[in-house]
């Protein structure tokens, strides 16, 4: 997975050959959309007047990782955080169209959003460990869906969580030392330990390697790879490297619009729009 | 073009800013403690000479007969409990509602009482709870005092209670909200013990402030010359026992004051230690 040309085809559906054209052309097709494993159509999203996000469809495909690039500012994590719902804590906000996970909409009446957030995980912009133990980080989620059943299963969980956010060997011999005792880095790799330990379908990951070094970046890459076998996984990064380096599609948005989505390949070549082009070759005004 | 002389003076300018701010701060921080050491001081001499073992357990006597507070300390003891035990869950339910719940027309009412609460006299609440249970029952017990010392306590509990919840970071919520936490879970199981120590903190500032209360306890407990534990029954405490030491005329009783007001701090100081001993940064 070293560079961008030698990235394994995903799984595809039917449609994707449609999907590599421009967003626009999406049609609202329910056999497309159920094939998606994330799907949303005509997104807009308030933060009470401001609108932040403009007419955003986008279809996601389970067991690829998806890569969102662009501006800051330009609305990744608000985009990131309508899809488990996230912006519901934030008073004011307001969100219009449909987004799908499974076939189901998420913003129906009804929905069970804390059964929703337990499917789709979530790794913060800003690293936000408890002030509890590295243990009783890593097992919250497992302790409060009842996910394992018993000591053994839980300590299993919580080491193979750990073991798979490269942060085991660090903290095997201090589980019980207080979270907030991490690094930076660390404590950025224990909360991606946390959303990896209640195996989560889609994982959303904002700048999860914003704050680590190299080493630790490149197992978090190795990681996503490897998930991507059994989940979905969407990333912000603002390292194009990163994004060719993990991403099987990219999206770019720019000023709360998505201005295309195209195969990491082709969007790292030879991208549909100018726009997309300007950015990646940091030609910016 | 800044020149060398200014930038060394600027310098210079900064580090004497500097050291005249670190010593004002200083010496206003050695008088607050100098003014605590010397009340301090003052109550342990004048009342050290009375205490003894007999003053720490007997009940008062009359004049010249000795006597003690030992059922004024457990009346205190009682009434603290008491108190504590409506008090605290009440207020910091309170403070949580507020905090977590609290945007509402309604928190907004529920802010304002607390507010105004806080700042009525503690013998109108006397007078008042003596309106409200005293009358009906009949009688002065140590349930109203603790009622009384109660209500003294829910507005000052409920409102460092929701100030600490408040400073506990949003992402910490969301991050348990987003690994599929229900709210309630969020609050009980990660909003309250970060806020922990600080509602302790408030908390235990409550049970000291109450534990000087004199006036709401005039109308309700009143005040024993015997041993009581019975809720329904008038009950002793240190700050009436003081009180009622400290306005008769003889000397002997003065010095019996000193010493009960003395004890009165050494309670206050354990309950203090104690809590933090508790509440102490465990993560
Ligand atoms: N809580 C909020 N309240 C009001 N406006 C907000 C809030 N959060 C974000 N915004 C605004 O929404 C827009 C998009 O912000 P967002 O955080 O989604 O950007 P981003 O693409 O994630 O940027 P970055 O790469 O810097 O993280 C910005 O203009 C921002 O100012
Ligand atoms: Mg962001």
């Known amino acids: 997975?070293?560079?961008?040309?030698?990235?394994?085809?995903?799984?595809?559906?039917?449609?994707?050959?449609?999907?590599?054209?421009?967003?626009?052309?999406?049609?609202?097709?329910?056999?497309?959309?159920?094939?998606?494993?994330?799907?949303?159509?005509?997104?807009?999203?308030?933060?009470?007047?401001?609108?932040?996000?403009?007419?955003?469809?986008?279809?996601?495909?389970?067991?690829?990782?998806?890569?969102?690039?662009?501006?800051?500012?330009?609305?990744?994590?608000?985009?990131?955080?309508?899809?488990?719902?996230?912006?519901?804590?934030?008073?004011?906000?307001?969100?219009?169209?449909?987004?799908?996970?499974?076939?189901?909409?998420?913003?129906?009446?009804?929905?069970?959003?804390?059964?929703?957030?337990?499917?789709?995980?979530?790794?913060?912009?800003?690293?936000?460990?408890?002030?509890?133990?590295?243990?009783?980080?890593?097992?919250?989620?497992?302790?409060?869906?009842?996910?394992?059943s018993g000591k053994s299963e839980l300590n299993d969980r919580v080491e193979e969580a750990l073991t798979n956010a490269a942060l085991w060997p660090e903290v095997k011999d201090r589980l019980k030392a207080s979270a907030l005792s991490l690094s930076g880095g660390q404590q950025q790799r224990l909360c991606i330990a946390r959303a990896l330990a209640v195996r989560p379908e889609v994982i959303l990951m904002d700048e999860p390697a914003s704050a680590l070094d190299p080493m630790a970046t490149q197992k978090i890459e190795e990681l996503i790879v490897e998930l991507k076998r059994q989940f979905t996984i969407i990333i912000v990064t603002h390292n194009m490297q990163q994004a060719a380096r993990v991403s099987d599609k990219t999206a770019f948005f720019w000023l709360g619009k998505l201005v295309e989505v195209n195969s990491t390949e082709r969007m790292f070549t030879n991208p549909n729009e100018k726009l997309t082009e300007d950015y990646i070759t940091g030609r910016f005004g | 073009?800044?020149?060398?002389?200014?930038?060394?003076?600027?310098?210079?300018?900064?580090?004497?800013?500097?050291?005249?701010?670190?010593?004002?701060?200083?010496?206003?921080?050695?008088?607050?403690?100098?003014?605590?050491?010397?009340?301090?001081?003052?109550?342990?001499?004048?009342?050290?000479?009375?205490?003894?073992?007999?003053?720490?357990?007997?009940?008062?006597?009359?004049?010249?007969?000795?006597?003690?507070?030992?059922?004024?300390?457990?009346?205190?003891?009682?009434?603290?409990?008491?108190?504590?035990?409506?008090?605290?869950?009440?207020?910091?339910?309170?403070?949580?509602?507020?905090?977590?719940?609290?945007?509402?027309?309604?928190?907004?009412?529920?802010?304002?009482?607390?507010?105004?609460?806080?700042?009525v006299p503690s013998i109108v609440i006397g007078v008042f709870v003596y309106t409200i249970i005293v009358l009906p029952m009949r009688q002065f017990s140590a349930f109203a005092g603790g009622?009384?010392?109660?209500?003294?306590?829910?507005?000052?509990?409920?409102?460092?209670?929701?100030?600490?919840?408040?400073?506990?970071?949003?992402?910490?919520?969301?991050?348990?909200?987003?690994?599929?936490?229900?709210?309630?879970?969020?609050?009980?199981?990660?909003?309250?013990?970060?806020?922990?120590?600080?509602?302790?903190?408030?908390?235990?500032?409550?049970?000291?402030r109450v534990s000087g209360e004199t006036a709401p306890l005039l109308f309700t407990a009143f005040g024993s010359r015997f041993f009581n534990v019975y809720l329904d029954q008038p009950i002793a405490s240190l700050t009436v026992q003081i009180y009622n030491y400290a306005i008769s005329p003889y000397d002997e009783w003065h010095a019996m004051a000193w010493a009960a007001t003395l004890v009165l701090m050494t309670l206050i100081l354990a309950i203090n230690i104690t809590v933090r001993f508790f509440t102490r940064k465990k993560i």
């Open chain 2, 1 to 119: 073009m800044t020149s060398d002389s200014q930038i060394k003076s600027a310098a210079n300018h900064r580090r004497t800013a500097s050291s005249v701010m670190t010593t004002l701060t200083a010496i206003c921080a050695f008088f607050a403690v100098t003014i605590l050491a010397l009340i301090i001081g003052y109550i342990a001499l004048r009342g050290l000479s009375a205490i003894s073992f007999q003053f720490l357990t007997d009940t008062p006597k009359p004049v010249g007969e000795g006597g003690g507070i030992g059922n004024a300390i457990l009346g205190s003891l009682v009434l603290l409990l008491l108190a504590s035990v409506i008090g605290l869950p009440f207020g910091i339910a309170v403070g949580v509602y507020l905090a977590e719940f609290g945007d509402g027309r309604f928190a907004s009412v529920v802010r304002f009482v607390t507010d105004t609460l806080t700042g």
């Open chain 1, 1 to 148: 997975m070293a560079t961008p040309t030698s990235t394994t085809a995903p799984v595809k559906p039917p449609t994707d050959a449609a999907q590599e054209e421009q967003t626009s052309a999406l049609q609202d097709d329910g056999r497309e959309r159920a094939a998606a494993k994330v799907s949303v159509r005509d997104l807009d999203f308030f933060y009470g007047r401001a609108q932040a996000l403009h007419k955003i469809s986008l279809d996601v495909s389970s067991q690829i990782v998806m890569a969102f690039i662009g501006p800051s500012g330009c609305g990744k994590s608000t985009f990131l955080r309508t899809l488990n719902r996230m912006n519901d804590t934030i008073p004011g906000t307001r969100v219009e169209g449909s987004v799908q996970i499974d076939g189901q909409d998420v913003y129906a009446p009804g929905t069970d959003v804390v059964e929703l957030r337990r499917r789709v995980g979530m790794v913060f912009q800003k690293s936000n460990p408890f002030p509890k133990s590295i243990f009783d980080n890593v097992a919250y989620g497992l302790r409060i869906n009842k996910l394992t």
């Open chain 2, 147 to 208: 009622i009384a010392l109660a209500i003294v306590m829910i507005p000052i509990v409920a409102r460092t209670t929701e100030e600490m919840i408040r400073l506990v970071p949003t992402s910490l919520r969301e991050g348990a909200l987003a690994l599929g936490a229900p709210q309630w879970k969020v609050t009980t199981g990660v909003v309250l013990p970060a806020a922990a120590s600080g509602i302790a903190t408030g908390a235990m500032l409550a049970v000291a």
